[in-house]
């Protein structure tokens, strides 16, 4: 079982900057993708940015119209840990950003496809 964890989330003001990390440990696989998603209290959990991740292939991102230009998606060369910058924060920033990843899935905005989640962290803006 691919096992996810997320960290960086915290408390920062409006214009601030934070950087989500998660690494995916377990079994050795290529994971085809690795994401983020955020859900607020009341609201459906959301797309926010996700990045491919196949061998031999150039890593391609999308984002979610509300961060793009603001977040930017990374992972590192073994494909198996990403990272959020998350620069110009807002107060509708505030969520708990789950990292999701996948070994096969081509498409990366919808959360159905994504078999593995973390717990979460909480990323709290103040105005």
């Known amino acids: 079982q691919v096992q996810l964890v997320e960290s960086g989330g915290g408390l920062v003001q409006a214009g601030d900057s934070l950087k989500l990390s998660c690494a995916a440990s377990g079994p050795t696989i290529r994971l085809a993708a690795m994401g983020w998603f955020r859900k607020a209290p009341g609201m459906a959990r959301e797309f926010v940015a996700a990045i491919t991740s196949r061998e031999d292939e150039r890593p391609y991102a999308e984002y979610a119209d509300s961060v793009q230009g603001r977040f930017t998606i990374s992972r590192d060369n073994a494909g198996n840990t990403i990272f959020l910058q998350m620069n110009n924060l807002k107060p509708e920033d505030s969520a708990v950003y789950y990292c999701?990843?996948?070994?096969?899935?081509?498409?990366?905005?919808?959360?159905?496809?994504?078999?593995?989640w973390g717990q979460g962290t909480q990323v709290t803006v103040s105005s």
């Open positions: 999701a990843a996948d070994p096969d899935t081509y498409i990366l905005t919808l959360d159905s496809p994504y078999d593995y």
